[in-house]
Structures are given as C-alpha cells and as structure tokens.
C-alpha cells in the first residue's frame, strides 16, 4: 500500500496537492459565510436603527 504512495510517480505530491486544495477550499467557504453573516447582522441593525429614529420622530411630532 505504501509503495504506491511513496513511488517515483509523484503519489504523495498529489496527495499533498489535494489535502492542500481541500483545506484551502474549507477556509475559503468558511471566510465568505462569515463574512455573509456580518452584512446581514449590519444590514439588519441599520434597519433596526432606521425604524427607531423614525418612530422617535413620529412621537416627537405628537
């Protein structure tokens, strides 16, 4: 088994290869989605934000 791994043919460098484009394809998905939430999480407060002044504003016209 570890001769075909360890063979002049290059079977640990592309084992190396897709272990490392697997690790960076997580980091990479796990980057974006966070980076997803934090602008949901933002837009949501400005809008929260946005309907208190208004409301503020509609009872201090009262």
Known sequence: ?????????G?????AIMLLFI?????TF???S???QK???NSLEFA???ATINLL???GSK
């Open 48 to 50: 929260n934000v946005r």
């Open 1 to 9: 088994m570890f001769k075909i791994v360890r063979n002049e043919s």
């Open 23 to 27: 690790t960076t394809s997580f980091i």
């Open 39 to 41: 602008l949901v999480y």
């Open 34 to 36: 966070y980076q997803s």
């Open 57 to 59: 504003k509609e009872i």
């Open 30 to 32: 796990y980057c974006l």
């Open 11 to 15: 079977g640990t460098f592309m084992l």
